[in-house]
């Protein structure tokens, strides 16, 4: 493995759509400088995941990766609830819809999904977080990581694979 420079960027944005046209409403642009850990002479780009893992050493930068790690569950999270969320009004509709004569559970149902796009709009992490986790998901950055212990991780992690090849 060999960790090169590398500049990252990344761009979270949010659209809605006003009849056929969609409007860009937030944008947020991130990047960064940093070392990535590259295989294959520098083909292969890793996550900066996959580089802790093959060195053994996850915490590197513990409070970064947890950042990250956050905010990639409550975009997840917010990716459920908007699902559900129009499942449950689209089913909702079509059950009211079909018994006009007593709409009441497809109306509490079509409320349930309301409910559910509500809290998406909640919780949902903002794009300029999105786009910080994206870059640092890909590099290590210096300041926020233990140079050092990854130099260190990288090289015993070589040195690890040329006494396994016989090198």
Known sequence: MQLAPTHVGAEAAETVAA???WILYSQHDESADGLAGYQNNLQLRLSAE???????????RPDIDAQARA????????NGFVIGGLVATGVGG???????????AGLVIMGLGLTAEIIALLIRPHNADVA??????RIFVDGETDMAAL?????????????????
């Open 132 to 137: 910080w986790a994206e870059v640092r998901e």
């Open 50 to 60: 996959q580089v802790a893992q093959l060195i053994a050493n996850p915490q590197l």
């Open 19 to 21: 009849g056929s046209t």
């Open 71 to 78: 905010i990639r569950s409550r975009r997840s999270t917010t």
């Open 151 to 167: 130099h260190d991780g990288v090289d015993a992690l070589n040195q690890r694979t040329r006494a396994s090849c016989g090198n």
């Open 94 to 104: 079509a059950l009211a819809l079909s018994n006009l004569e007593e709409p009441t």
